[in-house]
């Protein structure tokens, strides 16, 4: 009968739309002229509406471009190619189709729930890839890296100590071996080199001038004889250095003089020549005649006399190196012998620590490479996972239009206004609805989350809760690592110290000149020294990298944002319906008519359908108890609200005015509204024979929420 009524009222209303809170929000906020256009019925305003569709179509095109498109690591030719082709098909798509339009706008829910935590999710793995993983490959590769620069700092310390401890012995061997020759070389350069000095003593050359009158050797000498006291033959090889010294002094002395003396004759000349006034040019010119300051040179020339610079005992060494240069006339020769032995290297020893390390070197870069591969990869993949939240979006779309019992589970404002009007008629109405009924739907407006949902929910956070285990445990492990080689950076620190030392000692018997060059050679190997080599490992200690708290908020941001995406997608989700019914305004209303006809008929066969569930919740009541509850019931107050009995319908917990089945062996629990939903007889003790029959039974095509 129930369905029979609310056909006929639904063809007396075929004409008017129903007028949902939507339509009363556009009219409200919108002006006339756009709430109608946007009202407007199928294929009128075909123009205007082809062309806002279109450039709609186009603009929501290229930010899909850019959200997606653009990051990518793509050439630029196939970014255009890809920015055409989506943006003509937004425009032709949002230009002439509805189904489009919806679908486009669909994605807005869609990204908010399941589709877009795939979405999301994509994003979160990346950024504990970039955050943690990122971290804990670089601190095992640092102290890889550490473990391989300690091996090889022990090698060349070991080496180095070698090489301090043998090189006085290793010097000593090699000057012996070249000493044959260098003996040879030695004594004709000190012939060479002496012959240089004899001559600059013999010199007479500073305080003769080179071009007196007769420049030719001859005549200089001449001139050095008169120069020289007669009594110079006499005089020993240290004062006639000293009276030439003193000669050259007064030479370079006379020659300043001259020198100033011509300066001043020129700028008197220039003076002359350049000022024509007679009275001016004497005075002005004047100053270039005081030639008597070029006198004070002459100072010089004392302290010269004075302080002669040569040494007391210059000449005497003169004598004796003249005198053993000409007994040098001898040769000599000397043979030493050396004998180095060559240890075969260790067979598997070959390969040095060098090579060791540039793999080393080499393998870290190329494991840092193919991570900013495996990045990029996931990048394009999570780009790519925006097509899965699209055919999501025409899935629920076309199952919206196809099946009238898909998500079909919203008390919206039309089927508050059907009620509303039967109940006007005299009708038998369904709202308020019974406890039972309000699990198996949703109240858009109503700001909570509902039974329908909740199940939803609840799935959504347990499947977000490994990603987040996943997180806490990277960051724990990656915390811990850092600790230890932080630990044992600080506690690792080793200071290497190599002292060697070394006294070398060469005695040469004899008063031969041969006996003193070889003192003079050889000696010079009596030398001591001692090494101090210090190094430590410190720049072989790892080196480990912790993250900031903005790299771990980074990384724990994406997975916020997840379980804020499982808690608003609830809300979210009750936005697919009302986009699908602003779009296909009939369609929505034959759904909410199906549901207000299936709502009647469960409501008629209400005791019937719920039956099997009441009969198991009672058997569960009958149930005892354990001993611990009964205690708890009773002596603990606190604890009785979680330990109290509930109706066996609508699970609500007991109340003072909760009925009990006086029936023996059932003492079923019902709350008052759902005593008088099944007529106020049990029906876990009362035959199903006698119950109201109905010709609906339960089914399995009831209307589900979507997910």
């Known amino acids: 009968m129930a369905i029979t009524l609310h056909q006929n009222g639904a063809k007396g209303e075929r004409r008017k739309l129903p007028h949902t809170t939507v339509q009363k929000l556009l009219s409200w906020g919108l002006p006339v002229p756009c709430s109608r256009f946007l009202q407007r019925q199928p294929r009128t305003f075909p123009v205007a509406a082809f062309l806002l569709g279109a450039s709609t179509g186009g603009l929501l095109a290229m930010g899909l471009f850019q959200l997606l498109v653009n990051p990518m690591d793509i050439y630029e030719g196939q970014k255009m190619v890809a920015l055409y082709g989506v943006v003509g098909l937004g425009a032709v798509g949002w230009g002439t189709s509805p189904h489009i339009r919806c679908a ?17 999710l994509g994003y979160a793995l990346a950024a504990i890839y970039e955050g943690p993983v990122a971290n804990l490959r670089y601190n095992l590769n640092e102290v890889v890296a550490s473990l391989g620069c300690t091996v090889e700092l022990q090698v060349n310390n070991t080496r180095a100590a070698w090489r301090v401890s043998t090189a006085p012995l290793r010097a000593v061997f090699k000057d012996l071996l070249g000493s044959k020759n260098s003996l040879r070389a030695g004594t004709q350069n000190i012939s060479k080199s002496f012959e240089e000095l004899d001559a600059q003593v ?15 050797p001859t005549a200089r000498r001449r001139a050095s004889q008169r120069a020289l006291p007669p009594r110079r033959r006499s005089l020993s090889t240290q004062k006639m250095y000293e009276l030439k010294t003193k000669l050259r002094c007064s030479y370079v002395v006379d020659q300043a003089i001259a020198s100033c003396r011509r300066w001043f004759d020129r700028k008197h000349q220039q003076c002359v020549r350049r000022i024509w006034v007679p009275l001016f040019r004497d005075l002005l010119c004047l100053p270039m005649k005081f030639k008597f300051f070029c006198s004070i040179a002459k100072v010089t020339e004392v302290w010269c006399r004075r302080r002669i610079p040569v040494e007391g005992n210059f000449g005497q060494t003169y004598d004796s190196l003249n005198q053993s240069v000409h007994d040098l006339d001898g040769d000599f020769s000397a043979t030493i012998e050396l004998k180095e032995e060559k240890q075969a290297a260790v067979v598997g020893a070959n390969t040095s620590w060098e090579h060791v390390s540039t793999e080393l070197r080499d393998y870290v870069r190329q494991q840092e490479a193919r991570l900013q591969w495996t990045l990029g990869l996931l990048h394009v993949l999570f780009s790519c996972t925006f097509l899965l939240v699209l055919h999501a979006s025409f899935s629920y779309m076309d199952s919206y239009n196809r099946d009238i019992r898909f998500d079909n589970i919203y ?20 709202l308020p609805l019974r406890k039972a009924e309000e699990k198996t739907v949703i109240f858009p407006c109503d700001p909570s989350v509902q039974a329908s949902e909740m199940r939803n929910l609840v799935r959504e956070l347990v499947e977000t809760v490994p990603v987040l285990l996943l997180l806490l445990l990277l960051c724990g492990l990656d915390w811990a690592l850092y600790s230890m080689f932080d630990t044992i950076r600080h506690h690792s620190f080793l200071q290497y110290s190599f002292r060697s030392s070394h006294k070398l000692e060469v005695k040469v018997g004899g008063r031969s000149m041969l006996a003193r060059l070889l003192r003079k050679t050889i000696g010079a190997l009596n030398t001591s020294s001692e090494t101090v080599m210090e190094s430590n490992n410190m720049p072989c200690l790892p080196q480990p990298l912790s993250l900031d708290a903005w790299a771990y908020v980074r990384a724990a941001l994406p997975i916020g944002l997840l379980l804020c995406l499982c808690l608003l997608q609830a809300f979210a989700y009750r936005l697919r319906r009302v986009i699908a019914a602003f779009y296909f305004p009939k369609r929505e209303k034959k759904r909410v008519l199906f549901l207000y006809n299936e709502l009647l008929r469960k409501r008629a066969a209400f005791t019937q359908l719920r039956r099997a569930a009441i009969l198991r919740r009672a058997r569960e009541q009958k149930a005892p108890r354990p001993r611990l509850t009964d205690v708890l019931h009773r002596r603990c107050p606190l604890a009785r609200r979680w330990l109290r009995r509930r109706c066996v319908v609508c699970q609500a917990p007991e109340t003072p005015a909760a009925y009990v089945c006086p029936t023996p062996d059932c003492a079923a629990v019902y709350c008052r509204p759902c005593w008088d939903d099944v007529r106020r007889r049990c029906p876990a003790c009362t035959p199903r024979e006698e119950l109201s029959s109905s010709a609906y039974s339960d089914s399995n095509d009831d209307a589900t929420y979507a997910e």
């Open 104 to 120: 486009s706008l669909l994605l807005v829910p869609k990204m908010l729930g399941k589709e877009g935590r795939l979405f999301v």
């Open 202 to 216: 013999k010199s007479d050359a500073g305080f003769v001038p080179e071009d007196a009158p007769g420049s030719d």
């Open 411 to 430: 008390i919206s404002t039309y089927f508050c206004q059907i009620d509303e009007r039967r109940k006007q008629l005299g009708k038998r109405t369904l």
